[in-house]
C-alpha cells in the first residue's frame, strides 16, 4: 500500500466512525453490547444457547407489534390499545370457531378484520375528531379488554382444534415462527421508511404536519394507515399468541401489561415522542436489549424486583436525550 493510500485510509476511518456513531442504531447497539458483556462476566449462561433463545423469543411479541409502532410514533402518534387488541382478536376468533363453528382460516380473517376496524376506531378519534392520542387510545384499549372478557366470560375459550396451535409448534431456524414474521416485517419497514415515497411521507408528517400539507401530503390518510397497520399487527399477535399457548385458547388475559414493553422498546430504539425520527432497526435493538435487560437480571441472580426500575431508568434516560435532541433541532 503506498503512502498516498494509507493517508487516504486514516483520513477515511475517523469519518467512517463519525457517521457510524451518529446513527440512531449505534446509540442503542452500543449500551446493548456493555450490558450483555457485563452481564457475561456476571454468569456466562447469558450467552448460552437456551438463553439466547429465550431472549429471541420473548422479545418476538413485542417486536413485531414494535414495528407498526414505530411508524405510527414517526407519524407523531402513539398506540396504547395494542395489548387489548391482541386479547379481543384471539377471543373473537376462538370464540368464531368453537360457538359458530367457523374454519380456522375464515375465523382469522375475521378477527383481522376487527383488529382493522379497532385502528380505524383510533384514527377516526384522533385524526379525524382531534382527541390526543394517549386519551383515544388509552379509552379504546379499556373498552376493548372489557368486550374480550365479556366475549369470553372472563374465562378461556376452549377446546379448540388441532390446527390452531399449528404455527405455535414451528420452529424455523429454531426459533419461534414470531421471531421470524417480527424480521420480516422489521425488513419491509425499514425498506418503507428509506426506499419508498410513503416513507418520505411518514417523515414528513412527523417532522413537520403543515409543511407536509401544503407539499400535497395528505398527513390525515397517513396516520390512519399507520393506525390500523398497528391494530393489524397487535391482531396477528393476538392469534400467534393464541397458537404458542400450552392449551390453545381464547384466553381474555392474552397481551396484558404487554403495551408496557411495546412503548418501552419502541422508546429505548430511538423514536422521538415529537415525531420525525425512529427506525425499524432500532427498534429490534430496543426491544432487544429490554429483554436482555430482563433475562440478564436474573440470569446475573440479582433481585427480580429491580428489573422494572431499571427498564424505567433506561426509558427516562432515552426521554431525556429525545428531549435534548428536539430542543437542539428547534434552534
Given at each position: 500500500m503506498s503512502q498516498i493510500t494509507r493517508a487516504r485510509a486514516r483520513f477515511r476511518m475517523p469519518s467512517f466512525m463519525h457517521r457510524l456513531l451518529a446513527r440512531h442504531e449505534s446509540a442503542i447497539l452500543i449500551p446493548l453490547i456493555l450490558l450483555v458483556t457485563f452481564f457475561y462476566l456476571r454468569n456466562p449462561a447469558i450467552l448460552a444457547p437456551i438463553t439466547i433463545t429465550s431472549i429471541l423469543r420473548?422479545?418476538?411479541?413485542?417486536?413485531?407489534?414494535?414495528?407498526?409502532?414505530?411508524?405510527?410514533?414517526i407519524t407523531g402518534e402513539i398506540d396504547l390499545s395494542t395489548a387489548s387488541v391482541m386479547s379481543l382478536t384471539a377471543v373473537f376468533a376462538a370464540?368464531?370457531?368453537?360457538?359458530?363453528?367457523?374454519?380456522?382460516?375464515?375465523?382469522?380473517?375475521?378477527?383481522?378484520?376487527?383488529?382493522l376496524l379497532i385502528g380505524f376506531i383510533n384514527a377516526v378519534l384522533t385524526v379525524r375528531v382531534g382527541v390526543h392520542a394517549v386519551l383515544t387510545t388509552l379509552g379504546v384499549g379499556l373498552a376493548v379488554r372489557g368486550f374480550s372478557y365479556?366475549?369470553?366470560?372472563?374465562?378461556?375459550?376452549?377446546?379448540?382444534?388441532?390446527?390452531?396451535g399449528y404455527l405455535g409448534t414451528l420452529r424455523p431456524l429454531g426459533v419461534s415462527v414470531v421471531f421470524v414474521l417480527m424480521i420480516i416485517m422489521m425488513v419491509i419497514v425499514h425498506v418503507i421508511l428509506n426506499r419508498t415515497t410513503w416513507g418520505a411521507a411518514i417523515f414528513a408528517?412527523?417532522?413537520?404536519?403543515?409543511?407536509?400539507q401544503i407539499v400535497g401530503i395528505n398527513t390525515n390518510r397517513v396516520?390512519?394507515?399507520?393506525?390500523m397497520l398497528t391494530s393489524f399487527l397487535a391482531g396477528c399477535s393476538g392469534l400467534l399468541y393464541m397458537s404458542q399457548l400450552p392449551l390453545p385458547s381464547g384466553d381474555p388475559i392474552i397481551g396484558k401489561n404487554l403495551?408496557?414493553?411495546?412503548i418501552a422498546g419502541v422508546i429505548l430504539g430511538g423514536v422521538s415522542f415529537f415525531g420525525g425520527r425512529g427506525s425499524a432497526i432500532g427498534t429490534l435493538f430496543g426491544v432487544m436489549l429490554m429483554q436482555v435487560i430482563r433475562t440478564g437480571m436474573v440470569v446475573a441472580q440479582f433481585d427480580p424486583y429491580w428489573q422494572i426500575p431499571v427498564l424505567g431508568l433506561f426509558m427516562l434516560a432515552a426521554a431525556s436525550v429525545d428531549v435534548i435532541r428536539h430542543r437542539r433541532s428547534e434552534r
Open positions: 420473548t422479545m418476538a411479541f413485542p417486536g413485531l407489534i414494535g414495528m407498526g409502532m414505530v411508524i405510527l410514533m370464540s368464531l370457531i368453537r360457538d359458530a363453528g367457523v374454519p380456522v382460516w375464515q375465523a382469522s380473517i375475521y378477527a383481522l378484520g376487527l383488529s365479556l366475549f369470553a366470560n372472563g374465562l378461556p375459550i376452549y377446546p379448540l382444534p388441532e390446527e390452531v408528517t412527523g417532522t413537520n404536519k403543515l409543511a407536509a396516520k390512519t394507515l399507520a393506525f403495551e408496557l414493553d411495546i
